[in-house]
């Protein structure tokens, strides 16, 4: 009899151990690849990447600004050797899915190329160089940068350190942990990733994404970094009817986001079609067009995420201001809105350059870095 | 078209090589969100010039022109942006206070950068009826603005947004709101009966009541405990013997109707305002019903008596219930109805919870192993119980809640684990009693 008490209690905590790891299988992961990263640093850049969990400050640093401009906390990928680059990347694609790691990259990729061509837009629409000269300075390549290297929130750095996709900045709220809440943030010019993890449990609110070119070439392919974003909401438009599109398309112009950096927690009255007076078909659209933004971290937290929007979506409402006429495959110059309890989308193209600069805004306007997990 | 983009261009070269990136370029966009409350709108103004228009807005600011914003020129210019609006409440004309300004460097904004914010509110005069008009015009440098106007969602339950109304532009937006459920007037009244049917929420509160017996730990765990020395009966002060089926059946649904009928009733009590209770005292109390009840898992200190005990620290547990119907802020009326879906969901997801883990306690409660479980699951409930009190009453961070949600969180994998553990071990007895 007591060998099969000793059985029982050996099973059970086996089972149950297994049970767990199995749910906490990502954060795991996560943590481990963070742990790693961080293994990689000097204790300098160590103490510079890392905030205490509470810094709301640090929390709010991102913006849509290039980095030069609004400088950020942490560190850069410009500023780590290759093989704190490599360990950085290999963090993020742990905690991000496929998708939102191809995201991620197209967006650098996208300020690459505005460095290195600046914006399209002038007289004739012919590729005139107008950004930053990016020989100003001369420096040094960009590994490696010497002293240039920027390590973390300063002063305005010299002209040629304004874009690029070395300069995104990488920084930590609270340690990592399995168990205990903290944060990861990624970001640069058109980008601010805050992932908050908790637990089994991991949150993207607030989040931005945008580009600028939001359409270029690059190794003779057409790269449209937010480019789905555009073609699923079109094609959804498309798919309403008369009366439904009546209600979706707004008779006002909205000039650019309305929950942009600066503006968490807010919870604005929802306008627009509501997702109830949709069929099945169309309202699997919607979800789908959320799912640009919601699927960008790693299968368990997106798939959360994606179940709680499902739970919403009756009360979600879809809004559209702009030109209803855009083409798949190009981008639209119209602003959209995707509300529900717990999420907030805008799509917003820049006045500058409408089809070709595009900032997006991702929120949970109840869950802001993830403060609704941090509830008892 | 193309002459200006060309002259934008180079103006925007030759005012600074640098700026290129920026995304307003010949727009001064102006952005507000009003909230409203019962007397007064409030509003949130951000303003951001970009680099053609910043001289224009500079100068407007910059009143003597020494390329700085001294506070009374900020003073000065948050009350003329205020002074260019104009706002009528219910079709009268309202006067906008400012309340709060603030002002990036003259530099900053030459460059582009920085916002410019002012708050400001209108007073809303009370009046009778129910339907609430404010109309905002914003005439403050028209010709080189764009406009954004939101509404936040009233923290107030009591107001309702109806429509929003805008131009094109969004420089002349009109808000139409409403006091829903104020019950002051027979209007009122009615229409708050409207707001219920319409809108209330019968499904979200049973929801809710589902959910907050799923999340809240420690109502469930109070229960469970309580359940684990049911099929057992009570001999010389230690867990004995087993009881039969009938009775340990028997035995359970008197132990879980006790706790429905118990807080059922403070829950009533609570909700409708009769008994009001602070909810720190509640809570720990809560902590030390899981502590009680643990410890008679342990060795029975009330044996028979567990339906009474159920009953009793029901009426606790039920007027933690209520406070959370209470944080959602329904008026008296929805409450009654509130209730009703509320511990309806409640009592579901009990049913549940214990319908999935009766067959495994009835099971194993037939073998020895059974003393694993119990005396297992006793001591969880006490380091957390004496972590929850310690945490309640000294207001200290314990991690009690995060490993007792990680463990809810998997309830049904446990329950299933549970059940094929008992299925184990009821067949290894059996085989060796045979």
């Known amino acids: ?79 780590m050797s290759a093989v704190q680059q490599q360990a950085a990347m290999k963090l993020m694609s742990t905690v991000l899915s496929p998708m939102g790691m191809e995201k991620v990259n197209e967006i650098r990729q996208a300020d690459d190329d505005f460095k290195a061509n600046g914006s399209k837009r002038g007289p004739g629409g012919g590729g005139r160089p107008q950004g930053p000269p990016p020989d100003v300075q001369g420096g040094p390549p960009p590994q490696f940068g010497g002293g240039r290297g920027p390590g973390g929130p300063g002063g305005r750095p010299p002209g040629g350190d304004l874009f690029g996709s070395d300069l995104y900045f990488i920084s930590f709220l609270g340690k990592p942990s399995l168990t205990q809440p903290w944060m990861l943030q990624f970001g640069g010019h058109h980008l601010a990733l805050n992932i908050t993890v908790a637990g089994s449990r991991g949150v993207l609110t607030p989040t931005l994404t945008g580009a600028q070119p939001a359409m270029f070439t690059l190794n003779g392919k057409t790269t449209r970094p937010v480019g789905r974003e555009s073609d699923k909401a079109l094609a959804l438009l498309q798919a309403l ?71 919403d979506l009756k009360d979600t409402y879809f809004a559209w201001s702009g030109a209803t006429d855009g083409k798949a495959g190009t981008n639209i110059t119209a602003y959209y809105r995707i509300q529900g309890p717990h999420l907030v989308i805008e799509y917003a193209p820049q006045s500058d350059e409408p089809g070709n600069h595009v900032h997006t805004m991702y929120r949970d306007p109840t869950n802001d870095y993830g403060s609704a997990l941090l509830k008892p | 078209m193309k002459w200006k983009l060309a002259a934008v261009v180079v103006v925007c070269l030759l005012l600074c090589g640098n700026t290129a990136w920026a995304h307003r370029i010949d727009e001064y966009l102006q952005a507000t969100i009003l909230s409203v409350e019962a007397n ?35 003073r000065a210019y948050a009350e003329r942006v205020v002074r260019d609006l104009s706002i009528t409440v219910d079709g009268k004309a309202a006067h906008p206070e400012p309340d709060a300004w603030t002002l990036p460097e003259a530099t900053q904004l030459r460059d582009g950068l920085g916002e410019i914010h002012i708050e400001y509110h209108v007073d809303v005069p009370p009046s009778a009826a129910a339907n609430r008009s404010l109309v905002l015009a914003n005439h403050h440098l028209n010709d080189a603005s764009v406009y954004l106007v939101n509404v936040e969602v009233p923290q107030d339950r009591a107001l309702r947004i109806v429509d929003q109304k805008r131009n094109a532009k969004q420089s002349v937006y009109e808000l139409d709101y409403e006091r829903v459920g104020g019950g002051d007037t027979p209007v009122g009244a009615r229409r708050g009966m409207r707001g219920w049917w319409e809108g209330v929420q019968m499904a979200s509160l049973f929801r809710l009541g589902m959910r907050h017996i799923a999340e809240g730990t420690d109502h469930l765990l109070f229960l469970l405990v309580l359940l684990l020395p049911a099929p057992l ?118 049913m549940l919870v214990v319908v999935l883990v009766l067959p495994s306690l009835l099971l194993m409660s037939r073998t020895r192993s059974y003393a694993v479980l119990r005396v297992g699951g006793a001591v969880l409930a006490i380091v957390a119980a004496v972590l929850w009190i310690a945490e309640r009453v000294l207001n200290v961070q314990t991690p009690a809640d995060v490993v007792m949600n990680g463990i809810a969180h998997r309830g049904l994998i446990l329950a299933t684990l549970l059940f094929f553990a008992s299925v184990v071990c009821g067949s290894f007895s059996r085989r060796r009693v045979s």
């Open chain 1, 1 to 79: 009899m007591r060998r099969l008490f000793v059985l029982a209690t050996a099973a059970a905590l086996s089972f149950s151990s297994f049970v767990y790891a199995q749910a906490n299988r990502s954060t795991e992961a996560v943590v481990q690849a963070a742990d790693s990263f961080l293994a990689t640093l000097t204790a300098d850049q160590k103490q510079k990447v890392m905030y205490a969990f509470d810094d709301a400050t640090q929390r709010a640093r991102w913006s849509n600004f290039p980095t030069g401009v609004v400088a950020r906390g942490g560190i850069s990928l410009k500023s």
């Open chain 1, 241 to 311: 009817d008369d009366s439904q599109r009546k209600q979706a398309v707004l008779s006002y112009q909205v000039a650019d986001l309305v929950l942009g950096p600066g503006q968490d927690g807010k919870k604005i009255a929802p306008e627009g079609l509501k997702a109830s007076s949709m069929n099945p078909q169309q309202q699997a659209m919607l979800l789908d067009v959320v799912a640009e933004w919601s699927g960008i971290l790693t299968e368990p937290y997106a798939a959360a995420r994606m179940a709680q929007m499902k739970a």
């Open chain 2, 40 to 74: 007064r709108v409030h509003a949130s103004m951000r303003l951001i010039p970009g680099v053609l228009v910043a001289p224009a807005v500079i100068a407007a600011i910059d009143r003597d022109h020494d390329g700085v914003f001294s506070e009374a020129e900020k």
């Open chain 2, 233 to 350: 009966l009570a001999a010389n002060g230690r867990w004995a013997a087993t009881a039969g089926v009938r009775h340990s059946l028997l035995h359970i649904v008197g132990i879980v109707t006790a706790f429905t009928v118990g807080h059922s009733l403070t829950l009533t009590l609570a909700a409708m305002n009769v008994v009001h209770v602070a909810s720190r005292p509640v809570e720990v109390l809560i902590a030390v019903s899981i502590l009680l009840s643990a410890i008679h898992a342990l060795r029975p200190i009330f044996p028979g008596r567990e339906a009474w005990i159920a009953a009793f620290f029901g009426l606790i547990h039920g007027l933690a219930f209520a406070s959370t119907l209470d944080r959602l802020g329904l008026s008296r009326w929805h409450r009654l109805a509130g209730i009703l879906s509320f511990n309806l969901g409640i009592e579901t997801m009990q």
